[in-house]
Nanobody, 121 residues
Framework: QVQLVESGGGLVQAGGSLRLPCAAS????????MGWYRQAPGKQRELVARITSGTSTNYSDSVKGRFTISRDSAKNTVYLQMNSLKPEDTAVYYC???????????????WGQGTQVTVSS
């Protein structure tokens, strides 16, 4: 199977930075895209940033200019660099991957366990 493991969350003051890595492992044939989502208390999970195998990226409007997503294909790892953090960025951040396993048709969505990011004012 496929596992996604996030790290790098924590408590930071407003204006600070954090970097979230997410590593995919297991029976992986190919990775079509990876991304980061977040869910704040009482709110729906929302897309933060996404990067495709061709390194095309897209961001939510709320993080454009502050967050940067990148990937190291050799390590099956995606990174979310978060700068100029705001209290409204506080949420559980989830890594997601659209990954094909050997012998499968197309890709499936896999999720990490989530990592808490708390931004204090």
């Amino acid at each position: 199977q496929v596992q996604l493991v996030e790290s790098g969350g924590g408590l930071v003051q407003a204006g600070g930075s954090l970097r979230l890595p997410c590593a995919a492992s297991g029976s992986i044939f190919s990775i079509h895209a990876m991304g980061w989502y977040r869910q704040a208390p009482g709110k729906q999970r929302e897309l933060v940033a996404r990067i495709t195998s061709g390194t095309s990226t897209n961001y939510s409007d709320s993080v454009k200019g502050r967050f940067t997503i990148s990937r190291d294909s050799a390590k099956n790892t995606v990174y979310l660099q978060m700068n100029s953090l705001k209290p409204e960025d506080t949420a559980v951040y989830y890594c997601a991957g659209d990954i094909a396993i050997p012998g499968s048709w197309g890709s499936s969505r896999y999720w990490g366990q989530g990592t808490q990011v708390t931004v204090s004012s």
